[in-house]
């Protein structure tokens, strides 16, 4: 079956302009998750969704960072007025419960490679 | 959240020998630890995890152990081959928590 999905893969941006990133999870996956990953780096948690309700925005580096899911299963992650220190991978995960600890594997897609000059 | 430290940051095999990658964590409540590998231009995905109430788990040619008293569990490979070149991390998620907190990755290169 398909995994997640992830749209654009590669994204440049200039500085100060406005990006949105597309996941889709796997279809029926409640909980949905986005990681951001320097170079040389582990992931980091940005956000987290189970269905449409966002539970835990305590990763989001800054207020130009805004995640959303309406309909509990595509999401979009839009970074405004994009700075350089923005420059990252920024990866999506679904997973099929809801537990916490989340002890479900947690599936990524390929992610979006973001350069901003 | 969970304080997860990863060593050694590169490694580099002969082919046809073992791989050990050691990690850390801050939480004793802690209770899930997967491990994932990222191949170059890919996401991380999953490739064993163990339980807290488990010291070892195998699957073919990897391994992984954990000691709870320590706080700190490892991937074993054997028999590394070409293909296991990649970048391997360690995860746990804090106790009540939904996410996961990553190691800093460790670099294995398989020489043939």
């Known amino acids: 079956g398909a995994g997640v999905s992830q749209s654009p893969r590669y994204k440049v941006a200039k500085r100060g302009q406005d990006v949105a990133l597309r996941c889709d999870p796997i279809s029926g996956h409640v909980s949905l998750f986005w990681y951001q990953q320097a170079l040389g780096q582990g992931p980091e948690f940005l956000t987290y969704f189970q269905n449409e309700a966002q539970l835990d925005k305590s990763g989001l580096p800054s207020d130009r960072f805004f995640a959303e899911r309406p309909e509990g299963s595509v999401s979009t992650l839009k970074i405004q007025r994009t700075q350089q220190e923005d420059s990252a991978v920024y990866l999506c995960?679904?997973?099929?419960?809801?537990?916490?600890?989340?002890?479900?594997?947690?599936?990524f897609g390929p992610g979006t490679r973001l350069t901003v000059l | 959240g969970e304080n997860v430290e990863q060593h050694p940051s590169t490694l580099s095999v002969q082919e046809g020998d073992s791989a050990v990658i050691k990690c850390t964590y801050s939480d004793s409540a802690s209770n899930y630890f997967p491990w994932y590998k990222q191949e170059l231009g890919k996401g991380p995905q999953l490739i064993i995890d163990?339980?807290?109430?488990?010291g070892e788990k195998k699957d073919q040619r990897i391994a992984v152990t954990l000691n709870k008293t320590a706080k700190h569990f490892s991937l074993h490979i054997t028999e590394t081959q070409p293909e296991d070149s990649a970048v391997y991390f360690c995860a746990a998620p804090a106790p009540n928590d939904y996410k996961l907190s990553f190691g800093a990755g460790t670099t294995v290169t398989v020489r043939a």
């Open positions: 163990i339980r807290s109430n488990v």
């Open positions: 995960a679904s997973s099929p419960g809801t537990s916490a600890p989340n002890t479900d594997t947690q599936y």
